[in-house]
């Protein structure tokens, strides 16, 4: 059975940082890419950030570009977005998604965790 449960959110100030964490299990983490995604109430689910099944590449949306981060360790079947300087519009439900590296679409899906920024 394929679980990835996210965890780290939470509330912040405008300004502050958050770390949010992904740990899978059930599938091969380090064959498949790895991404997160958020939404926002009343929006459509948005990309955040990418990032290959080794790490070598890894790509963002422009609005978090420069301020979040994303990276995996195999080792631990983790996948993690340190975020700074959050802005209240980063409020979201954030999630990570798993797509294998054959495919285009994301196949599993965490339940999310709260971010919540404060102006």
């Known amino acids: 059975q394929v679980q990835q449960v996210e965890s780290g959110g939470g509330l912040v100030q405008a300004g502050g940082s958050l770390r949010l964490s992904c740990a899978a299990s059930g599938h091969t983490f380090s064959t498949y890419a790895m991404a997160w995604f958020r939404q926002a109430p009343g929006k459509e689910r948005e990309f955040v950030a990418r990032?290959?099944?080794?790490?070598?590449?890894?790509a963002y949306t422009d609005s978090v570009r420069g301020r979040f981060t994303i990276r995996r360790d195999n080792a631990k079947n983790t996948v993690y977005l340190q975020m700074n300087s959050l802005k209240p519009e980063d409020t979201a439900v954030y999630y990570c998604?798993?797509?294998?590296?054959?495919?285009?679409?994301?196949?599993?899906w965490g339940q999310g965790t709260q971010v919540t920024v404060s102006s």
């Open positions: 990032i290959t099944w080794s790490g070598g590449n890894t």
């Open positions: 998604a798993a797509r294998q590296v054959t495919t285009s679409d994301y196949k599993y």
